[in-house]
């Protein structure tokens, strides 16, 4: 399993500040004025160009009426893991992998 890196997490933390920015129909003006942080820093944050320092990830955490750990959360699978080369792969494809496996597994003594 790959193991997740310093950069991975501040592309997540970009994509969630953005997608609740957006929930919220926010432009950068809205984040940056109840939050002090100018909107090319959020802009930054957003495009996982910079990290936040603690107390700008409470205060966009709290300008969104989220906690903190929303802005780390993802449905998206990394590169390299075994669900990252299923996704690749149509459901087509899946579901005859999991048929297989399944199979294989039964004949087998576990």
């Known amino acids: 399993m790959k ?3 310093g950069f991975d997490i501040q592309k997540i933390f970009g994509k969630n500040v953005k997608s609740n920015r957006e929930r919220m129909n926010l432009t950068l003006e809205g984040p940056s004025e109840k939050t002090g942080v100018s909107k090319t820093c959020i ?3 957003e495009k996982g160009k ?4 603690a107390e700008r990830i409470a205060a966009l955490a709290n300008s969104f009426q989220i906690p903190v750990s929303e802005l780390f959360k993802t449905d998206d699978v990394l590169p390299g893991t075994p669900e990252g080369f299923m996704h690749e ?22």
Do not use: N, W
């Open 43 to 45: 802009y930054q944050y």
């Open 50 to 53: 910079t990290f936040a320092k």
């Open 89 to 110: 792969f149509s459901e087509d494809v899946k579901e005859a992998v999991v048929k297989i496996t399944e199979e294989y597994l039964g004949k087998k003594k576990v």
């Open 3 to 5: 193991k997740m890196t």
